[in-house]
C-alpha cells in the first residue's frame, strides 16, 4: 500500500471547496496550492493546462460525489416523495452548517465559467445531466411516464438549484424545505 499523498486529490478537493465558497474567478492557483498542501510543482504537473483544466475537473469530481449521494439516495428511499424531501433536508443542512457561505458544488462555477470555457461547460451538463437521470429513474419507480419523468427531472433540478441560490441570499433553508415539500406533490 503506498504512502505517498495524493496531491492531485488534495489539489481537486481544495479548487472545488474554494470555488464553491468564492467562485472561480476569485480563487487563485496559489491559494488552492496553500489550501492544498501540495508542492506547487504539482499543480502544473497534474493540471498542465492551467485552472481552467483544474476548473473541469473540479466540476466533475464534485459531480460524481453528488451523484454518488443521489445513487445512495435512491436506494434508500420509499418512493420519490421521501427522496425529493430527504434530498432537500440533506442540502438544506449542508447549506446550514457551511453558515450560508456554500451551495451546489458546481453552480457557483458554471455561473461565471460555462460561457467562457468548454470544457468546464461540457463537465457542468454531463453532471447535471447524470443527476437528472438519477431523478427521472427516481420518478419511473413511482409509475410515471418516461416523457413525465424526464420533464418533471428537469423541474425538479431547476427547482432545487433555485432553492439553494434562494437559501443562502435569504440565509435560510424555506425554500428547500418548500421544495422538498410541495415540488414533487405538484406533479403527481
Not at 488534495?10 to 468564492?22: D, G, H, M
Request: hydrophobic content about 35%.
Amino acid at each position: 500500500m503506498s504512502t505517498k499523498p495524493n496531491h492531485k486529490r488534495k489539489i481537486i478537493q481544495s479548487a472545488i471547496r474554494l470555488f464553491r465558497r468564492k467562485g472561480y474567478s476569485a480563487t487563485g492557483l496559489n491559494e488552492i496550492l496553500k489550501s492544498s498542501g501540495a508542492p506547487k510543482g504539482s499543480l502544473y504537473y497534474y493540471f498542465p493546462h492551467g485552472k481552467e483544466e483544474l476548473g473541469a475537473a473540479a466540476v466533475k469530481a464534485a459531480s460524481e460525489t453528488v451523484l454518488k449521494t443521489l445513487e445512495e439516495l435512491e436506494l434508500n428511499s420509499e418512493n420519490g416523495q421521501d427522496f425529493f424531501s430527504r434530498y432537500c433536508h440533506m442540502v438544506a443542512y449542508w447549506i446550514t452548517a457551511s453558515g450560508y457561505s456554500e451551495g451546489c458544488p458546481i453552480t457557483t462555477t458554471l455561473l461565471e465559467m460555462s460561457s467562457i470555457s468548454p470544457k468546464i461547460e461540457k463537465a457542468g451538463s454531463m453532471g447535471f445531466s447524470l443527476w437528472k437521470d438519477v431523478f427521472t429513474r427516481v420518478l419511473l419507480k413511482d409509475g410515471l411516464s418516461k416523457e413525465e419523468a424526464i420533464e418533471i427531472s428537469l423541474t425538479l433540478l431547476s427547482s432545487i438549484q433555485g432553492a439553494i441560490l434562494l437559501s443562502r441570499v435569504s440565509r435560510n433553508t424555506d425554500a428547500l424545505k418548500a421544495v422538498g415539500k410541495h415540488c414533487y406533490q405538484s406533479h403527481k
